[in-house]
């Protein structure tokens, strides 16, 4: 199963150039954010992505983290059927 896989290793999932462009940008967004710069904006261009496709690939990668953020940040506990 596709999901199976992605969940596995996305990098080595039967995905498209293109999606895995996507996947590599938002990993790389979220673990060093810092890190970030034109380039890879460019190479999203190169795999097909328009601005407002990196704008909204941005937008969830962010709006993910934040989120994620303020449920640490409160305490939450983890949903009983996320494994660890």
Not at 14 to 29: E, F, I, N, Q, V
Not at 53 to 78: C, P, S, W
């Given at each position: 199963?596709l999901?199976d896989a ?18 590599l940008y ?8 810092a890190d970030m710069?034109?380039?890879d904006v460019?190479?999203l ?9 990196v704008?909204?690939?941005v ?5 993910y983290?934040?989120v994620?953020?303020i449920?640490d940040?409160?305490?939450?506990a983890?949903?009983?059927w996320?494994?660890?």
């Amino acid at each position: 199963m596709l999901a199976d896989a992605i969940e596995s290793d996305w990098r080595a999932a039967p995905l498209s150039d293109r999606r895995k462009a996507m996947l590599l940008y938002a990993t790389k967004l979220t673990r060093s954010p810092a890190d970030m710069t034109a380039d890879d904006v460019d190479t999203l261009r190169q795999a097909g992505f328009t601005d407002r496709d990196v704008l909204d690939l941005v937008e969830v990668t962010a709006y993910y983290a934040y989120v994620n953020r303020i449920a640490d940040g409160l305490g939450v506990a983890d949903e009983p059927w996320i494994s660890d």
